[in-house]
């Protein structure tokens, strides 16, 4: 009898013992938090070389012109859809004994493989002005697109009769979220 009283004990506490523990279980608590995820417009240019040389060096380039096409020369960053525009300091490149060239007589145009939903009309070649002209529209958002930059000077009577040296004016890209 001793030994079943024994038996009887222990199974006693093991089943309060559940019961305790059960009840441990059920108990939930619970909290909460907010997630906020902000966006901020990104919008970003960078020119890979800083410098874009035309040369004349023979009797054709002053006849035909000359270009020159810079790879990777623009990257550009935008969480919106973007068009990128180039303008010139001013209506003329600017040479030695204050000869002047007009900057029209140069096109810039995005070149290369391109995106392929990339606005096909804009990425003609656009003769320089003092205002922007838009060389890149892209019709949706993207991190990190990099343009091949095409520059073609046309050589002709704009070049001909000129000083020797070298003609200037600084070039101005924008990009603009849209």
């Known amino acids: 009898m001793k030994k079943n009283s024994i038996l009887l004990k222990c199974f006693f506490t093991i089943l309060a013992s559940m019961a305790f523990?059960?009840?441990?279980?059920?108990?939930?608590?619970?909290?909460?938090?907010?997630?906020n995820v902000?966006?901020?417009?990104?919008?970003?240019?960078?020119?890979?070389?800083?410098?874009v040389n035309l040369n004349f060096t023979?009797?054709?380039?002053?006849?035909?012109?000359?270009?020159?096409?810079?790879p990777a020369h623009l990257k550009v960053s935008s969480n919106r859809k973007?068009?990128?525009s180039v303008k010139a300091?001013?209506?003329?490149?600017?040479?030695?004994a204050s000869s002047t060239i007009p900057v029209n007589t140069i096109k810039v145009e995005a070149t290369g493989t391109l995106p392929s939903d990339i606005d096909a009309s804009a990425t003609?070649?656009?003769?320089?002005?003092?205002?922007d002209q838009v060389i890149i529209k892209r019709n949706?958002?993207?991190?990190?697109?990099?343009?091949?930059?095409?520059?073609?000077?046309s050589g002709g009577?704009?070049?001909?009769?000129?000083?020797?040296?070298?003609?200037t004016t600084v070039l101005t890209y924008t990009i603009a979220g849209s």
Request: charged fraction near 15%; charge should be negative; avoid cysteine.
């Open 21 to 35: 523990l059960s009840t441990i279980e059920a108990q939930n608590a619970t909290a909460t938090t907010n997630l």
């Open 38 to 51: 902000i966006l901020a417009d990104v919008v970003n240019i960078e020119i890979a070389d800083a410098n």
């Open 58 to 70: 023979t009797a054709a380039n002053y006849r035909d012109g000359v270009s020159v096409t810079k």
């Open 82 to 84: 973007y068009q990128v």
């Open 89 to 96: 300091a001013s209506g003329q490149l600017t040479g030695p």
């Open 124 to 131: 003609v070649g656009k003769n320089l002005s003092a205002t």
């Open 140 to 153: 949706v958002p993207a991190v990190q697109d990099t343009y091949d930059i095409k520059y073609t000077a």
């Open 157 to 167: 009577n704009d070049y001909v009769g000129k000083a020797s040296g070298t003609y």
